[in-house]
């Protein structure tokens, strides 16, 4: 069982930054990766970063390459570096976390935070 809360979020103009932050609780020791997600309204949830922690790879969205870090700020917290944000950056990112793989070893996400809310105002 993981708790998830994250924070961070706010409404920034264009070509800000913001960070947001993840913080676990809970049998978090086993988790093999963690993410964040992003779902703006009347759109599909989409993965914008990823730790797959056990092979030590991280993965982005194509469009927020160059512009967003996913990192381990400690055992407890996950942070992303978002820069040079966009209007289309605009959405409620929600932070999970996966505690099994599936049989190909893809990461499975069933634990999820209440999500913090980003606006990019241009």
């Known amino acids: 069982q993981v708790d998830l809360v994250e924070s961070g979020g706010g409404s920034v103009q264009a070509g800000g930054s913001l960070r947001l932050s993840c913080v676990a609780s809970g049998t978090h020791y086993a988790t093999h990766c963690m993410a964040w997600f992003r779902q703006p309204p009347g759109r599909e949830r989409e993965k914008v970063a990823q730790?797959?922690?056990?092979?030590?790879?991280t993965y982005y969205a194509d469009s927020v390459k160059g512009r967003f870090t996913v990192s381990r700020y400690n055992a407890n917290t996950l942070r992303l570096q978002m820069n040079t944000l966009k209007p289309e950056d605009s959405s409620t990112y929600y932070c999970?976390?996966?505690?099994?793989?599936?049989?190909?070893?893809?990461?499975?996400?069933?634990?999820w935070g209440q999500g913090t809310q980003v606006t990019v105002s241009s």
């Open positions: 999970a976390a996966a505690l099994s793989l599936t049989f190909s070893g893809e990461c499975e996400y069933k634990y």
């Open positions: 730790i797959y922690f056990g092979r030590d790879t």
